[in-house]
């Protein structure tokens, strides 16, 4: 039923697979190694046609300090992290407290709840795009950071209680009738006994939300425009022009973009790693 592990399969296989791994990291990094080339070639280049030559000369210092010095770059990477980190924040804990409900508690309609949950993440959010635009016009949030920040936050939760509310099943249950039995309040056994123990699920779904969020373009395009609210994503446009595109400033744009979840990844490997695998194996 499941494949045979490399290290039983024949010699030949396993010199096959060694063989194939360095071509297929190769083609999968390849998108990445051209921006990061594009990201210090001259405009001249691209002027000539030089796209996938040796660089007449490398200008990494001055692609990326026009980036960030001649451009409104840092602005809209202030603006993801305002609408990123409150979305993160505002999904966990409706997510955590939704997980906890429908996990723990046992009442008539728990399932429908939980399914009705689910199927907001099977929706195709493009057909969303017209009716969600129009609601943020009418409630004043058209072009806002807050009108962004709600939107992710509602369309999110869906799956962050899916999450949540899987993880918080797993859990010893003893150890809530325990709680109950000493008298301790329902709030206060979430507070103390549950959270804690789901801080591996909280720290894993704070890395794919963010991650989400962040490299978010569809939605930063259909509800901002301009500088004011705009996150990084759809902010890298803007070195675009009518009859000219900077490809090696939009390049440079990227990198940075790319950035800070790479980095976010990095910093909460070991709690995102613990949070996927927990309760795999009994």
């Not at 080339?37 to 990326?64: C, H, I, K, Q, T």
């Not at 940075?256 to 709690?271: G, S, W």
Request: aromatic residues 16%; contains cysteine.
């Amino acid at each position: 039923m499941f494949p045979t592990p490399i290290q039983k399969r024949s010699d030949a296989a396993q010199a096959t697979y060694k063989a194939m791994l360095p071509l297929a990291l190769i083609l999968w990094l390849l998108p990445l190694i051209a921006v990061a080339m594009f990201s210090v070639r001259p405009e001249a280049d691209f002027a000539r046609g030089n796209y996938w030559g040796w660089p007449s000369s490398f200008d990494l210092l001055e692609n990326y300090g026009k980036v960030f010095l001649e451009s409104d770059m840092p602005r809209y990477l202030l603006n993801s992290v305002f609408i990123t980190v409150p979305t993160v924040l505002g999904a966990i804990a409706l997510s955590a407290l939704t997980g906890f409900a429908l996990g723990i508690y046992r009442f008539r309609g728990n399932l429908l709840l939980f399914f009705m949950f689910i199927a907001g993440n099977f929706v195709p959010f493009q057909i969303l795009m017209v009716p969600v635009r129009d609601l943020t016009v009418d409630l004043g949030l058209y072009d806002t950071k807050t009108g962004l920040v709600l939107f992710h936050i509602a369309f999110q939760t869906g799956f962050c209680t899916l999450f949540m509310r899987n993880f918080i099943r797993a859990l010893p249950y003893p150890l809530i009738e325990a709680a109950r039995v000493e008298g301790v309040a329902e709030w206060r056994i979430f507070w103390y006994v549950v959270l804690p123990l789901m801080k591996p699920a909280l720290a894993a779904l704070a890395v794919l939300i963010f991650t989400f969020i962040w490299n978010d373009y569809f939605w930063a395009v259909v509800l901002t425009q301009g500088p004011d609210a705009q996150p990084v994503t759809a902010g890298i446009t803007a070195f675009n022009s009518q009859y000219r595109a900077a490809y090696h400033l939009m390049s440079a744009g990227s990198i940075v973009a790319a950035l800070p979840p790479v980095l976010m990844f990095f910093l909460m490997q070991r709690h995102f790693i613990a949070g996927l695998t927990l309760g795999a194996v009994k």
